[in-house]
């Protein structure tokens, strides 16, 4: 997958994002799992499971979506974010990004 | 939805919750909604797509969840806990079960 | 202090909440304990502290905030919310106002 | 202040940050207000004021607190971060403090 990525023409225009190999499975695993989540609250909703139950796990995939935003944050500082500051190239603009992506899972 | 409910034979050892029918189908909408998010962030790990936009979606998708949080306290506290109060039934272990739910969601 | 709460000529126009007497002096002691962690994070800006433990204190006292809300939406619940299903007065406005509260702190 | 910190001999064994000038005295200016908001919270407290105006104000402290959270952020990124990228030195280590503070933060 990474080796591809060195040698692929980009698309012109299209802005890609870099997410490690390994990292790439395991946050598959768990959007796979997040899906599956989502599909059993909307069972819960349907069988009119007890409310409070339904929220303990609609908490619990509010936790498992933010354990997947953390992933991907690490890795975008890792490279992206990197790069561009040994390269010396969009650095400032990256930063900014970085911190306004934050704050929107902080809602401040 | 409503009038069977109000018929139905509760099965012995099941307890129910209470989503008003008008609710109900809000809520799944939204869920199924919520859902496409989720199998779009996949769709967007998968192409690579550039990480700052990831991020984005899923902040998006948390916030679809916690709106789906809060429809939920809004019925288990007008339906539940009000007839609690009102049949002065459990109503202390149906105060203590909300605020815990809230602080799982606040994770205090 | 309860019992002076009971007998007390409110002033007209004044909303009271009401706060168990034994978590106000609960809420009082975490209250203080929060201000001086703030002045604590403001003498680690002064003398230039490392980010990143200036962080985790603040993301401390953010905590032990949401700590006091959970204890004042409990109280709240527990008397106000209560007393207003009992008396069958307000109830709707009161459970509107409560869910409302819980949004403000979840920020959806 | 950055010309004196540049010429300060560090005390051995103890870790500076960087605090951009202008954004130490937007960052005090913040915290007072903070402080003033917690002693206000107190108050409001004392004089058993309706625990939902008291949960808006904690609310709006918790914001506040999160704001300077992302300041500070945004400058230890500009400023640590980078430079420890820059020369190459502890970069892994600072982006793995990076992350691990933004996960304290969410909580994950």
Request: contains cysteine; glycine residues 6%; aromatic residues 2%.
């Amino acid at each position: 997958m990474d080796a591809t990525r060195e040698n692929e023409q980009a698309v012109p225009g299209t802005v890609h994002g870099y997410i490690k190999a390994k990292d790439k499975e395991n946050l598959q695993n768990r959007l796979r799992r997040i899906e599956g989540q989502v599909r059993g609250v909307q069972r819960m909703v349907d069988e009119e499971a007890y409310c409070i139950d339904v929220l303990t796990q609609i908490a619990s995939v509010v936790a498992a979506l933010e354990k997947v935003g953390t992933i991907l944050l690490r890795d975008h500082v890792e490279h992206c974010v990197r790069e561009s500051i040994e390269k010396g190239e969009d650095a400032d603009e990256k930063i900014e990004e970085l911190t306004a992506a934050v704050e929107r899972f902080l809602r401040v």
